[in-house]
C-alpha cells in the first residue's frame, strides 16, 4: 500500500458486509446494510500536577476500552428479526419440502460463498455443463458439434455409434468425476462402453474406473469417475478444435465409445446434460442455505453452475420474543470498495444488540437498527480481534 501522501490512498465509499455466528450455530449474513459505523468507545483516566501551584494535566492513559459497530439493517427476513427480537430457536409452522433444479450460479474464487434462493436446504448437488461436446463418426469420417445443443437441453440426435470407432467427446476447462447424459435410443444387446482421458501424451483408459448404470450406453444415468484413481491424478488438458470449432481451448477432454458393439440395438445420444463438481470443492451450511466454494487452487473459480437441492417450505416460521439472555458468538466484517483500500475485521467474540426501535413507515424502506460490541474474548491475544488491510 502507498505511503501517505498518496491519490492511490483515497477510498470511495461503500458498504461493508457483516456476518454473525451464534455460540453453537452457523454463520448468517445480514445482507444489505443501509448504513454503519465503527465506534471505539475509550475511557480515559487524567493525571494533573500542581507543583506549579495550578492543576495542569500531565498524562492521560486509557482506563477502559471497548470498540462498537452501529449499523442500519434493510433486508427483513427471519433471521435478522429473530436476532433484533432476541428470539427463541425457529420452529416450523405446516413444514413440508420441496425441490429446486438448474439453479444457475457462479462459483467464486477460493473460498467463496454462494447464496442461493431457499434456505433449510439439503441433497445438494453442483452441476455444470461441459463447455464442448463434438461427435465423431467414423462411417462418414466426420466430426459434429452438439455444443449448443448439450446448453440449451434441446433435443439433438448424434449420429448412431454402430462402430468401435464412433466417439463422443466431452470437454470443459476443468476436471469433472460425474457426467450424466441423454440417450435418444438405448443400446441393446449386451454393448460395453469405453472411457478414455487424454493423460499428456495419448488417451488413457480408465473404463475399470468408471460406474454407473449408464456406464454402457444401455441405459440413460449418471457416469461416475473415480477420483481417486491415477488416471484421473494424470489427466492433463489439450488443445484441439477437430477442424470444426472456432476455438481451441485447452481442455479435460473424456472419449466415450463402445468396446464391444449390442447384437441388437446402437445406442444414439440425445444430449450430455450435466458434469459434476467434486463435492469436496464445496461445503453446504444447509439452515442458511449457502455453500461454500472451498477450492483453495481456485481452479473452479468463475465456472458457471447449474445447483439441485431439496429446501424446506414452512407456512410460517416461529419463535419466542425476548426469549434469551444475551446473543454471543463471533463475528467479521468485510469492507471492499471499487477503488482504494479495503478491509477484513475478525472477531472472535461479540455481542449483538438492539440500538433502538423497530419503526414502521409508509414513506421509506424499513431499516431497523442494531448494534455489534466487540468482546474481550479473554485469550490475551488480540482481544478486539484483528484487521487485514489491503489494496483493491
Given at each position: 500500500m502507498?505511503i501517505?501522501?498518496s ?62 459497530i ?24 405446516g413444514s413440508?419440502?420441496?425441490t429446486?433444479t438448474n439453479e ?19 441433497s445438494?448437488?453442483?452441476?455444470f455443463?461441459?463447455?464442448?461436446v ?9 466430426y ?10 434441446a433435443?439433438?440426435e ?8 464412433d ?9 469433472f ?8 435410443i438405448?443400446?441393446?444387446g ?7 482421458v487424454w ?8 473404463t475399470t ?12 444415468g449418471?457416469?461416475?469417475?473415480d ?11 489439450t488443445?484441439n ?17 463402445l ?8 445406442p444414439?445420444?440425445d444430449?450430455?446434460?450435466?458434469l459434476?463438481v ?24 468463475g ?8 429446501y424446506?417450505t ?19 466484517l468485510?469492507f ?5 483500500i479495503?478491509?477484513?475485521?475478525f ?29 474481550d ?9 484483528f484487521?487485514?488491510?489491503f489494496?483493491?
Amino acid at each position: 500500500m502507498p505511503i501517505a501522501p498518496s491519490s492511490d490512498n483515497y477510498t470511495t465509499g461503500a458498504m461493508p458486509t457483516l456476518f454473525f455466528q451464534r455460540t453453537g450455530s452457523s454463520e448468517f449474513n445480514f445482507g444489505c446494510i443501509s448504513t454503519a459505523s465503527i465506534e471505539p468507545t475509550l475511557e480515559f483516566l487524567d493525571h494533573f500536577c500542581a507543583i506549579s501551584g495550578s492543576r495542569t494535566k500531565d498524562k492521560s492513559v486509557v482506563s477502559e476500552k471497548g470498540i462498537q459497530i452501529t449499523f442500519n439493517w434493510d433486508e427483513v427476513n427471519v433471521e435478522n428479526i429473530r436476532a433484533f427480537m432476541f428470539g427463541s430457536a425457529v420452529t416450523a409452522v405446516g413444514s413440508g419440502t420441496d425441490t429446486a433444479t438448474n439453479e444457475e450460479h457462479v462459483l467464486p474464487a477460493g473460498e467463496g460463498l454462494i447464496k442461493l434462493t431457499f434456505s433449510g436446504i439439503s441433497s445438494v448437488t453442483v452441476e455444470f455443463r461441459p463447455d464442448v461436446v463434438v461427435h465423431f463418426d467414423d462411417a462418414t469420417t466426420t466430426y459434429a458439434d452438439f455444443t449448443s445443443v448439450t446448453r440449451t437441453s434441446a433435443s439433438g440426435e448424434t449420429p448412431a455409434m454402430d462402430e468401435t470407432t464412433d466417439f463422443l467427446y466431452v470437454g470443459h476447462s476443468t476436471k469433472f468425476d460425474k457426467i450424466t447424459y441423454d440417450l435418444l435410443i438405448l443400446g441393446d444387446g449386451s454393448p460395453i462402453g469405453k472411457y478414455e482421458v487424454w493423460t499428456g501424451a495419448a488417451w488413457t483408459d480408465v473404463t475399470t474406473d468408471v460406474s454407473g448404470a449408464g456406464k454402457n450406453l444401455d441405459a440413460d444415468g449418471l457416469i461416475d469417475f473415480d477420483d481417486t484413481s491415477t488416471p484421473f491424478g494424470n489427466w492433463a488438458q489439450t488443445t484441439n478444435n477437430f477442424g470444426i470449432l472456432g476455438t481451441s481451448a485447452s481442455k479435460f477432454w473424456m472419449r466415450i465409445s463402445l468396446s464391444t458393439l449390442g447384437t441388437s440395438t446402437d445406442p444414439t445420444f440425445d444430449v450430455v446434460t450435466h458434469l459434476y463438481v467434486d463435492p469436496t470443492d464445496y461445503q453446504v451450511v444447509p439452515l442458511e442455505g449457502y455453500i461454500f466454494a472451498v477450492d483453495s487452487a481456485g481452479t473452479i473459480a468463475g465456472l458457471k453452475v447449474d445447483v439441485d437441492y431439496t429446501y424446506t417450505t414452512v407456512t410460517s416460521s416461529r419463535f419466542d420474543i425476548l426469549d434469551l439472555p444475551t446473543i454471543e458468538g463471533q463475528a467479521r466484517l468485510a469492507f471492499s470498495p471499487d477503488v482504494g483500500i479495503g478491509f477484513d475485521w475478525f472477531m472472535p467474540k461479540a455481542s449483538l444488540k438492539t440500538n433502538g426501535a423497530f419503526e414502521f413507515t409508509d414513506t421509506d424502506w424499513i431499516a431497523p437498527p442494531s448494534l455489534l460490541e466487540v468482546l474481550d474474548d479473554g485469550t490475551g491475544t488480540a482481544p478486539f480481534g484483528f484487521m487485514d488491510i489491503f489494496d483493491v
